[in-house]
Antibody, heavy 122, light 108 residues
């Protein structure tokens, strides 16, 4: 059974930093691209960042480029999102999501974690 | 960036009735279109990918159609557990993935 478990969310002041983690199990983690998708309170879904299975290729939404860094540790089956220079508009539930087809990056998301809430406020 | 537009924003339907949700892309996304269902307090769940292929475990009352710029999600006979928000997503124009703003299906 595929499981994705996010952690690391919390309250942070504007300009601060936070690192999110997503522990994966139930599939060959290194074979799949992974993404982070966020949802601001009461709003829709916004893709944030993606990473290839090897970790060699990374992609970012313009809204977070230069501030967020996605990475993965395939030996630990864990995905990360380092978030720096946080702004109030980054407040959201952050979901990690698994790519639906082995190796393919440009694909739908077939499994999602339960999400972790990040609140940026003074 | 491809903009995904869903309509209507809210759909009021009685249990047992048919629901038809629309999603339009600002440029062609071929058949690289997915639909997700999200219930309050829960993560999104994949329903449809490739515009018309049901994901594992999704009931046959859910069907998807369309290609290019116009797509439809149909729920043939709404069950109580189907009242939720539905999002479309394109994955053709990567490396950006874009979602529609969602359609809320509520009980009439």
């Amino acid at each position: 059974e595929v499981q994705l478990l996010e952690s690391g969310g919390g309250l942070v002041q504007p300009g601060g930093s936070l690192r999110l983690s997503c522990a994966a199990s139930g599939f060959t983690f290194s074979s799949y691209a992974m993404s982070w998708v966020r949802q601001a309170p009461g709003k829709g879904l916004e893709w944030v960042s993606a990473i290839s299975g090897s970790g060699g290729s990374t992609y970012y939404a313009d809204s977070v480029k230069g501030r967020f860094t996605i990475s993965r540790d395939n030996s630990k089956n864990t995905l990360y999102l380092q978030m720096n220079s946080l702004r109030a508009e980054d407040t959201a539930v952050y979901y990690c999501a698994k790519g639906g087809v082995v190796v393919v990056i440009a694909i739908y998301f077939d499994y999602w974690g339960q999400g972790t809430l990040v609140t940026v406020s003074s | 960036e491809i903009v995904m537009t869903q309509s209507p924003a809210t759909l009021s339907v009685s249990p047992g009735e048919r629901a038809t949700l629309s999603c339009r892309a600002s440029q062609s996304v071929s058949s690289n279109l997915a639909w997700y269902q999200q219930k309050p307090g829960q993560a999104p769940r994949l329903l449809i990918y490739g515009a018309s292929t049901r994901a594992t475990g999704i009931p046959a009352r859910f069907s998807g159609s369309g290609s290019g710029t116009e797509f439809t999600l149909t729920i043939s006979s709404l069950q109580s557990e189907d009242f939720a928000v539905y999002y479309c997503q394109q994955y053709n124009n990567w490396p950006t993935w874009t979602f529609g703003q969602g359609t809320k299906v509520e009980i009439k």
